[in-house]
């Protein structure tokens, strides 16, 4: 009897243990980078602003201050980078950033890029085996993180060019386009060939092009046989009823 309950207690305690070393283990510090950069459409000579933040922070203890890893870029594209909020260092491919201590999600440091003046194009800037330090010894590993920045284009595109308009020269040898004739008759241009009249009537009237012959002979012609056949026929008339 006593075995079993002895053997009942060590299992007891084991389980104890073992559940407290579960705890210890999960709450462990950890965090995660995350890094915004004010735009990612640049031009040569930009400053670009990037927000540094720590998130999924997991018991920071007295809290993160510390940040570092390896970071590799086109130094013809990105000219330098320096902290507004923290302390920057890097040299040989890796970086160290020391800046606000948190033991909750925030904002960790300011970055700021210096775009060259001879950037084109895209590139960017990697951080890789990126670690943070909660003053206790621990160093966790974060994700890592790309930037890709893109010069944006600065050309201006070219305006369409506008269609030759006639010179004076050509009006006055061609006439106007619609060969108009304005006003009291004043012709305009040389050419009339339309011969359009605009006067003051309410309307265009097209004259025609040749007036028809109203033939002044022929009048006169037509009034010399109606006189010749009045008299014709008075002198017969006269001839028939004089003895009357």
């Known amino acids: 009897m006593k075995t079993k309950l002895k053997t009942i207690l060590v299992l007891l305690v084991a389980v104890m243990v073992i559940g ?9 510090y950890s965090a ?5 950069p004010d735009k990612t459409e640049v031009k040569p000579g930009d400053t670009v602003t990037v927000v540094v933040e720590l998130v999924n922070i997991v018991d920071a203890g007295t809290g993160a201050s510390d940040m570092g890893g390896k970071v590799e870029y086109d130094t013809n594209f990105i000219e330098s980078i320096s902290s507004t909020q923290g302390t920057w260092d890097s040299a040989n491919g890796k970086f160290l950033l020391s800046g606000n201590i948190l033991t909750e999600d925030g904002q960790f440091a300011v970055l700021q890029f210096k775009i060259s003046e001879n950037a084109t194009g895209s590139s960017s800037i990697k ?7 909660n003053g206790s010894g621990a160093e966790p590993y974060s994700p890592d993180i790309t930037l890709t920045f893109t010069v944006a284009n600065t050309e201006e595109p070219e305006e369409p ?6 010179g004076e020269d050509d009006k006055n040898e061609t006439g106007t386009e619609d060969n108009t004739t304005g006003g009291n008759g004043t012709t305009g241009g040389t050419n009339t060939s339309k ?7 309410t309307g265009n009237v097209t004259a025609p092009t040749k007036l028809p012959n109203a033939g002044i002979g022929t009048g006169v012609f037509v009034a010399a046989v109606v006189l010749v056949a ?3 026929g008075s002198y017969v008339l006269y001839k028939r009823y004089q003895k009357i």
């Open 127 to 133: 951080f890789t085996e990126i670690q943070t330090a």
């Open 230 to 232: 009045v008299i014709v």
């Open 161 to 166: 060019e506008e269609p030759e308009q006639p």
């Open 195 to 201: 011969n359009t009249i605009r006067g003051n009537s």
């Open 32 to 36: 995660e980078v995350k890094m915004t």
């Open 20 to 28: 407290v070393l579960s705890t210890t283990v999960k709450a462990e």
